[in-house]
């Protein structure tokens, strides 16, 4: 209600891209500094949003990483956005992948990129060694080039916004695990 027309320009391109009536906590958090939402703005909208990934694998990959790096926010909103996305999966389905453990409720491409794109986000020397080609992975996994490019932005984008939303601490938009767990 508080913001500038050029802020509610950026809001109102959330919501209708979203989908959603209201904004995100994040982004209000945020709506003080036109350039910082836009930005942020546009990475969520560009690199999670839109893309080949499939919604589901991002959103496992932003919860794995928010769930390993203690971030409630992150974890409420991508355990929220998985479980909508995929009805079979469980919250104890979720914490198992969060854990590491596969799951076989999911494709191998999918572990293994969930597996790869949280350790190069929270460990990235890691897979910079020589005996670990994740892409040479990746692409075994049948992954295209366009989409490891993807995969990689999640985890940029995971850690980011780990970040942010812990040094703002922002509320989270829904508790987490559902009420029904």
């Not at 945020?30 to 939402?37: Q, V």
């Not at 999670?48 to 926010?73: M, W």
Request: proline letters at 5%; one cysteine or more; a negative charge.
């Amino acid at each position: 209600e508080a913001a500038t027309p050029e802020v509610q320009v950026i809001y109102d391109d959330v919501m209708e891209t979203l989908g959603t009536p209201a904004v995100l906590n994040v982004l209000k958090a945020l709506g003080h500094n036109e350039n910082i939402l836009r930005a942020v703005w546009s990475m969520l909208k560009f690199a999670h949003v839109n893309g080949e990934v499939p919604a589901l694998l991002k959103e496992l990959i932003l919860f794995r990483i928010s769930v390993e790096a203690g971030n409630k926010y992150c974890e409420s909103l991508h355990g929220h956005a998985a479980l909508n996305l995929d009805s079979a999966l469980t919250y104890d389905d979720l914490m198992a992948l969060s854990e590491g453990q596969a799951h076989n409720k999911l494709p191998a491409s999918f572990r293994a990129a969930i597996d790869i794109v949280s350790r190069a986000a929270l460990q990235p020397k890691s897979v910079a060694n020589d005996d670990f080609d994740y892409e040479e992975q990746l692409r075994d996994e049948g992954f295209s080039e366009r989409e490891i490019d993807e995969l990689l932005a999640q985890g940029y984008f995971g850690v980011m916004m780990n970040m942010l939303t812990d040094a703002y601490d922002i509320p989270r938009e829904q508790p987490f695990p559902p009420d029904d767990q």
